[in-house]
């Protein structure tokens, strides 16, 4: 087990620019891995983990070179093989799963066809042969149904399915090592627990090895067994997963995890301040700039990657002493800073027996009379007040997009009223006055997809303000630009750049920019943290909270990171199959009593500790829709009762002198506070 079956030595990899300059990506990278093992790859966006997982099986982006240090993969020089030979090593030995299972599968073919094209490819087997290991490989990542799912197309799956299909595919080849760059970004908490529980099986059975790279804390505590922190292409801290996480040395570990917000602590974390620099630029410590303890020794010599009292856990930074001496579960404490805005008791939007469905029937539905399926979302009633955040919580397919896109005159609704004042906002938005459009805005879950590529900043911040502000002149426009660009911390100069000059906090505080232009009294979050580094994501959080106390604003803020909603709402909607479940104040929703579904949700969130197991209530089997009749979360409970469950409308119940809290479950409330013990996990 001592063999190294992964040695990189001393990597350099870079590229030169159009004007000839060198850029360093990685900077003397050195990392080794045993067979079996799961080393956790960690740090914020554009700090050289994809481009160390891809050099790790001999892949190079366009333009880029290995500058020094060598790749070594099962004795092999990685970058000394030809590319037939690389070919042969690729899916046989190392497998990657990607970050997109979505984009990874050909939406065109079935997906049982897409595995036996990898068994065809990495394990020289086709005909008969290929088709039972399919059948086997998908029972083995624990798709339901292996012979059905197999003649469906990538679309009628779920994300977690996707996913799934996408393991299957790398082990057809049966690797012994298996790297994986961000496989469960963007699922739901239960999906992505499910997910990584079963990886942790592979690794069992299998004897694999993983890279695992991932800027998710708590997905790398949950799965590694030793973690790798990377700054600026530089390896920083270099630990067993315990170390890491309990007694971090290096500043900036410290600083990422005291960026996460806890379902154990309220308030909003702490964000790290400025970004990572490019690798090589600075002539001491590359975390200098960013670091509190920084001293003169810092800006001048780089710190060399070194043992701490003879450990396996390697540190580079000149003060790692005093760091390693500083209590950090004190430390972690202090972080957290309460959020301070004032809400008022006139509603902003209200919304009473909302249903919205996405079904459209057919010439022959009508022909002949089918029934209509039960609408995608049903029966819902909140209303949001003024100046307050209210969160909608669920997993995939719960229906908290389809509620906000109804709010934004993006969906039609079936059923229902949705009030904003005296105007009902079920009218399409292209029906809509100018001034209703103004004053409600919404910001998407992936600036990427909502900001156009061919458009400088200054244009995608005129266009608002053209639009809602006619009488602007140029130069008031411009400077109101700027206004705006300082507003979310970016600096005026950010105009004159384009999207793909940004990185992704760059491109979601430019997309918060362009909706706080039209001076909205409404906003609606898509998941606009999802994706975003734990540093990012809580300076965001609080320019998101910063924006509200000085505007008033009112959110509806959707989120499958329960933690990240504990830090920024005051009150919880929690939805099922587009249901209500549970209501409330946002203390009240994470204490007793739990509905048996939020109980599931708040139990499969993931710590960055690696002794807190996930408590994983219920299967991640997704429903395409919710049942005709009875309570929407029956097939899954951990709690049915009985045939009640499926027969009649679970009744509303709240606790006795509860302010507007409120529970939508047949076991009665004394039951639920009494039968179920604290599942919120204790960090130490």
Same mark, same amino acid.
């Given at each position: 087990?001592?063999?190294?079956?992964?040695?990189?030595?001393?990597?350099?990899?870079?590229?030169?620019?159009?004007?000839?300059?060198?850029?360093?990506?990685?900077?003397?990278?050195?990392?080794?891995?045993?067979?079996?093992?799961?080393?956790?790859?960690?740090?914020?966006?554009?700090?050289?983990?994809?481009?160390?997982?891809?050099?790790?099986?001999?892949?190079?982006?366009?333009?880029?070179?290995?500058?020094?240090?060598?790749?070594?993969?099962?004795?092999?020089?990685?970058?000394?093989?030809?590319?037939?030979?690389?070919?042969?090593?690729?899916?046989?030995?190392?497998a990657l799963i990607p970050q997109n299972a979505?984009?990874?599968?050909?939406?065109?073919?079935?997906?049982?066809?897409?595995?036996?094209?990898?068994?065809?490819?990495?394990?020289?087997?086709?005909?008969?042969?290929?088709?039972?290991?399919?059948?086997?490989?998908?029972?083995?990542?624990?798709?339901?149904?292996?012979?059905?799912?197999?003649?469906?197309?990538?679309?009628?799956?779920?994300?977690?399915?996707?996913?799934?299909?996408?393991?299957?595919?790398?082990?057809?080849?049966?690797?012994?090592m298996l790297v994986l760059d961000e496989p469960?970004?963007?699922?739901?908490?239960?999906?992505?627990?499910?997910?990584?529980?079963?990886?942790?099986?592979?690794?069992?059975?299998?004897?694999?090895?993983?890279?695992?790279?991932?800027?998710?804390?708590?997905?790398? /505590?949950?799965?590694?067994?030793? $973690? @790798?922190?990377? !700054?600026?292409?530089?390896?920083?801290? #270099?630990?067993?997963? *315990? =170390?890491?996480?309990?007694?971090?040395?290096?500043?900036?570990?410290?600083?990422?995890?005291?960026?996460?917000?806890?379902?154990?602590?309220?308030?909003?974390?702490?964000?790290?301040?400025?970004?990572?620099?490019?690798?090589?630029?600075?002539?001491?410590?590359?975390?200098?700039?960013?670091?509190?303890?920084?001293?003169?020794?810092?800006?001048?010599?780089?710190?060399?990657?070194?043992?701490?009292?003879?450990?396996?856990?390697?540190?580079?930074?000149?003060?790692?002493?005093?760091?390693?001496?500083?209590?950090?579960?004190?430390?972690?404490?202090?972080?957290?800073?309460?959020?301070?805005?004032?809400?008022?008791?006139?509603? /902003?939007?209200?919304?009473?027996? $909302? @249903?919205?469905? !996405?079904?459209?029937?057919?010439?022959? #539905?009508?022909?002949? *009379? =089918?029934?209509?399926?039960?609408?995608?979302?049903?029966?819902?009633?909140?209303?949001?007040?003024?100046?307050?955040?209210?969160?909608?919580?669920?997993?995939?397919?719960?229906?908290?997009?389809?509620?906000?896109?109804?709010?934004?005159?993006?969906?039609?609704?079936?059923?229902?009223?949705?009030?904003?004042?005296?105007?009902?906002?079920?009218?399409?938005?292209?029906?809509?006055?100018?001034?209703?459009?103004?004053?409600?805005?919404?910001?998407?879950?992936?600036?990427?997809?909502?900001?156009?590529?061919?458009?400088?900043?200054?244009?995608?911040?005129?266009?608002?303000?053209?639009?809602?502000?006619?009488?602007?002149?140029?130069?008031?426009?411009?400077?109101?630009?700027?206004?705006?660009?300082?507003?979310?911390?970016?600096?005026?100069?950010?105009?004159?750049?384009?999207?793909?000059?940004?990185?992704?906090?760059?491109?979601?505080?430019?997309?918060?920019?362009?909706?706080?232009?039209?001076?909205?009294?409404?906003?609606?979050?898509?998941?606009?943290?999802?994706?975003?580094?734990?540093?990012?994501?809580?300076?965001?959080?609080?320019?998101?909270?910063?924006?509200?106390?000085?505007?008033?604003?009112?959110?509806?803020?959707?989120?499958?990171?329960?933690?990240?909603?504990?830090?920024?709402?005051?009150?919880?909607?929690?939805?099922?199959?587009?249901?209500?479940?549970?209501?409330?104040?946002?203390?009240?929703?994470?204490?007793?009593?739990?509905?048996?579904?939020?109980?599931?949700?708040?139990?499969?969130?993931?710590?960055?500790?690696?002794?807190?197991?996930?408590?994983?209530?219920?299967?991640?089997?997704?429903?395409?829709?919710?049942?005709?009749?009875?309570?929407?979360?029956?097939?899954?409970?951990?709690?049915?009762?009985?045939?009640?469950?499926?027969?009649?409308?679970?009744?509303?119940?709240?606790?006795?002198?509860?302010?507007?809290?409120?529970?939508?479950?047949?076991?009665?409330?004394?039951?639920?506070?009494?039968?179920?013990?604290?599942?919120?996990?204790?960090?130490?």
């Amino acid at each position: 087990m001592n063999k190294r079956l992964v040695d990189i030595s001393n990597l350099t990899i870079g590229y030169y620019t159009k004007r000839g300059k060198l850029v360093h990506v990685l900077q003397g990278v050195s990392l080794q891995i045993k067979p079996g093992e799961t080393l956790g790859l960690v740090g914020e966006s554009g700090c050289g983990k994809s481009t160390l997982g891809q050099a790790l099986m001999g892949y190079l982006r366009s333009g880029s070179q290995v500058l020094g240090g060598s790749v070594e993969f099962a004795g092999q020089d990685m970058f000394g093989l030809t590319p037939k030979e690389l070919e042969s090593v690729r899916g046989n030995q190392i497998a990657l799963i990607p970050q997109n299972a979505g984009e990874a599968l050909t939406p065109t073919l079935r997906i049982g066809n897409q595995v036996v094209e990898a068994l065809e490819l990495s394990a020289n087997i086709s005909g008969d042969a290929a088709n039972e290991r399919m059948i086997e490989l998908l029972g083995q990542v624990r798709l339901p149904h292996p012979e059905v799912m197999a003649q469906r197309y990538p679309h009628e799956l779920s994300g977690g399915q996707q996913q799934r299909v996408v393991v299957a595919m790398a082990l057809a080849g049966e690797p012994i090592m298996l790297v994986l760059d961000e496989p469960t970004t963007g699922l739901d908490v239960t999906t992505q627990a499910h997910i990584l529980d079963l990886m942790r099986d592979i690794v069992a059975e299998m004897g694999t090895a993983m890279m695992y790279i991932s800027h998710d804390l708590g997905v790398i /505590a949950r799965v590694s067994d030793r $973690v @790798a922190l990377m !700054y600026a292409g530089e390896i920083v801290e #270099d630990a067993f997963a *315990a =170390n890491i996480f309990k007694s971090p040395a290096h500043p900036y570990a410290r600083g990422l995890l005291e960026s996460i917000p806890r379902l154990t602590l309220s308030g909003i974390p702490n964000s790290l301040p400025g970004q990572p620099p490019i690798p090589g630029t600075l002539p001491g410590c590359s975390f200098a700039p960013r670091c509190s303890s920084a001293t003169e020794i810092c800006s001048s010599e780089p710190p060399e990657l070194e043992a701490i009292a003879q450990s396996p856990h390697l540190v580079r930074c000149h003060h790692w002493q005093q760091v390693v001496a500083t209590d950090f579960s004190q430390e972690l404490q202090e972080v957290f800073h309460t959020i301070n805005h004032a809400s008022e008791d006139e509603p /902003a939007i209200e919304l009473s027996d $909302v @249903a919205v469905s !996405y079904h459209r029937p057919g010439f022959f #539905d009508r022909w002949r *009379a =089918n029934s209509e399926p039960p609408a995608t979302v049903g029966d819902v009633t909140l209303t949001v007040l003024r100046g307050e955040t209210v969160a909608l919580v669920g997993e995939s397919g719960s229906g908290k997009t389809t509620i906000v896109r109804a709010i934004a005159g993006l969906l039609p609704t079936k059923d229902g009223r949705i009030q904003f004042e005296d105007f009902d906002l079920t009218v399409a938005v292209n029906e809509r006055p100018i001034e209703i459009k103004k004053r409600i805005q919404m910001i998407f879950q992936n600036p990427d997809a909502s900001l156009n590529p061919r458009h400088s900043v200054a244009e995608l911040l005129d266009q608002p303000l053209k639009l809602y502000f006619p009488k602007m002149n140029r130069d008031e426009r411009r400077a109101r630009q700027v206004e705006l660009l300082e507003r979310v911390r970016l600096d005026g100069r950010y105009r004159l750049r384009y999207p793909g000059q940004l990185s992704g906090g760059e491109k979601q505080r430019v997309a918060i920019a362009r909706a706080f232009a039209a001076d909205p009294e409404v906003v609606l979050c898509d998941e606009v943290t999802s994706a975003l580094d734990v540093s990012v994501q809580a300076a965001v959080l609080d320019l998101l909270a910063d924006l509200q106390r000085e505007h008033n604003t009112t959110y509806i803020f959707i989120a499958h990171d329960l933690a990240v909603v504990r830090a920024i709402a005051d009150r919880v909607a929690v939805l099922y199959q587009g249901r209500l479940c549970e209501f409330g104040a946002v203390d009240d929703i994470y204490s007793p009593p739990y509905h048996p579904y939020t109980e599931t949700l708040l139990g499969a969130i993931l710590v960055p500790d690696p002794d807190t197991e996930p408590i994983l209530l219920a299967s991640d089997t997704p429903e395409l829709a919710p049942p005709a009749q009875g309570c929407p979360f029956q097939r899954r409970c951990p709690r049915r009762i009985g045939d009640i469950c499926d027969q009649e409308t679970p009744p509303w119940q709240s606790p006795a002198g509860a302010d507007g809290y409120k529970i939508r479950c047949h076991i009665p409330i004394e039951e639920l506070v009494n039968g179920q013990s604290a599942i919120i996990p204790a960090e130490s």
